[in-house]
């Protein structure tokens, strides 16, 4: 929402009294990356991905079930990964002093939020998976 009256604002202020917002560029990257990232947890643990089930027909429920636990177990370790990336990325913009382009706000920030949003997406991926394993077993076992 922030980032649609932003352009809302930008449109007005540079077509309407010919005055840009200064800095807005910089600002429209850190609200896209927060949209994104920071909705990411709550996408994959909804299920609310794109998914393409072009061989789901050819699976059997309990198959499909042990095929999915294995497709979140890698997911899980691909987010982990991806958060220790960017935390060493995080860690490089800190020691840099990078900052955005127009208003010289720091990254560091930023990264080292979008680091630990992806890293708590692979763990809470990886423990759902378990779970529902456990349950399954527990369940097959009674």
């Given at each position: 929402m922030a980032l649609?009256?932003?352009?809302?604002?930008?449109v007005v202020a540079r077509y309407g009294f010919n005055a840009p917002?200064?800095?807005?560029?910089d600002l429209a990257q850190i609200l896209l990356a927060c949209s994104i990232f920071l909705a990411l947890p709550v996408v994959t643990l909804r299920g609310q991905q794109i998914d393409?089930?072009?061989?789901?027909?050819?699976?059997?429920?309990?198959?499909?079930?042990?095929?999915n636990r294995a497709i979140e177990l890698l997911t899980s370790g691909v987010f982990m990964?991806?958060?220790?990336?960017?935390?060493?990325?995080a860690e490089k913009a800190l020691s840099r002093g990078s900052a955005t382009?127009?208003?010289f706000?720091?990254?560091y920030p930023l990264l080292g939020l979008i680091a630990a949003v992806v890293f708590a997406?692979?763990?809470?991926?990886g423990l759902r998976s378990g779970y529902l394993i456990f349950?399954?077993?527990?369940?097959?076992?009674?």
């Open positions: 649609m009256c932003l352009t809302v604002a930008e917002i200064f800095g807005r560029q393409v089930d072009l061989l789901d027909s050819l699976f059997s429920n309990r198959a499909a079930f042990w095929r990964t991806m958060g220790f990336w960017l935390y060493e990325r382009e127009m208003l706000l720091p990254k997406t692979g763990v809470l991926v349950r399954t077993q527990r369940d097959s076992d009674t």
